[in-house]
């Protein structure tokens, strides 16, 4: 139980699982589950081992709160990006036609047809 419960398994893949206790015990089920003390004191170390520590509670938290700016930054980023391109696409237009009714005005004929 100390080996699973250390994270040093040695013939089993270290879950806290009873079926890897059983492995690790070298003993077959029917032995454990006859051991009803040793079951009380496995689901409880088991149980206080699953329980996140304080601080991996705050790590998840700032984690969540991140992860959450993150979408709304990337939100925001999407939003003027689009704002930009339609802003860099009306200036073209608007110097196209600029562009164009300055053309409109300097072009002349070459030669006059008589």
Known sequence: MHRLLTG????????LTKADLVREA???????????????EWDA??????????EE?????????????LATERTENSR???QLDAAVIAAV????????????????PICSVR
């Not at 040093?8 to 879950?15: A, N, T, V």
């Not at 070298?26 to 009380?40: D, E, V, Y």
């Not at 237009?93 to 002349?108: D, G, M, P, S, T």
């Open 93 to 108: 237009h608007h110097e196209n036609n600029a562009l164009r009714a300055q053309l409109a005005q300097e072009v002349r």
């Open 80 to 82: 003027l990006r689009r």
């Open 57 to 69: 509670v705050e790590r998840d938290t700032e984690e969540s709160a991140l992860r959450t700016e």
């Open 45 to 54: 170390a088991v149980t206080q081992a699953s329980k996140p520590s304080r």
């Open 26 to 40: 070298q003993i077959s089920h029917a032995t454990l589950h006859r051991a009803k003390t040793i079951l009380r």
């Open 8 to 15: 040093r398994s040695e013939r089993s893949d270290g879950r």
